[in-house]
């Protein structure tokens, strides 16, 4: 779960278990309580970390902890749907996305709109996006 925490995408089958048990077993559950809690809230993270909570694949997904509960037959058209949705990929806008979206809540307004602009100024000038302006100009697309 530790690793799930800082993916971008988290599957699991519709039968696992996932859960944090090392306050069971005298620890900390490491950065899961710096992170947790952005994914499903403070009262479950409480109930996963300090009561053991287990979840099967179906419940992470409703409470937010995986985007994915995938049974074993749905696999394959489950990836290659997911593939298929994400296209194309932007590397660039994607890093750039995963940093606003991990300062959100560190920083105050103002300065987000700040980090926004200025994030969104590297990406527009990024060779991805130009060479999609570039594509849309030489179709006579006004979008």
């Not at 925490?5 to 559950?29: H, N, Q, T, Y």
């Not at 105050?108 to 060779?127: F, T, V």
């Amino acid at each position: 779960m530790q690793i799930a925490l800082v993916c971008d995408l988290r599957l699991a089958s519709k039968k696992a278990l996932l859960g944090f048990d090392e306050i069971k077993l005298g620890f900390l559950p490491g950065m899961a309580t710096w992170r947790l809690a952005k994914y499903v809230g403070l009262g479950r993270a409480r109930a996963l970390t300090a009561g053991g909570r287990i979840l099967n694949g179906i419940e992470a997904e409703d409470w937010g902890l995986i985007d994915h509960a995938i049974g074993a037959d749905d696999l394959h058209d489950t990836l290659q749907s997911i593939i298929r949705d994400s296209q194309p990929v932007h590397r660039i806008a994607i890093e750039l996305n995963r940093r606003l979206l991990n300062e959100s809540y560190a920083i105050q307004y103002e300065d987000a709109i700040g980090n926004l602009l200025a994030a969104q100024h590297r990406a527009i000038i990024s060779e991805p996006f130009q060479k999609l302006l570039t594509e849309t100009r030489r179709g006579g697309r006004d979008d």
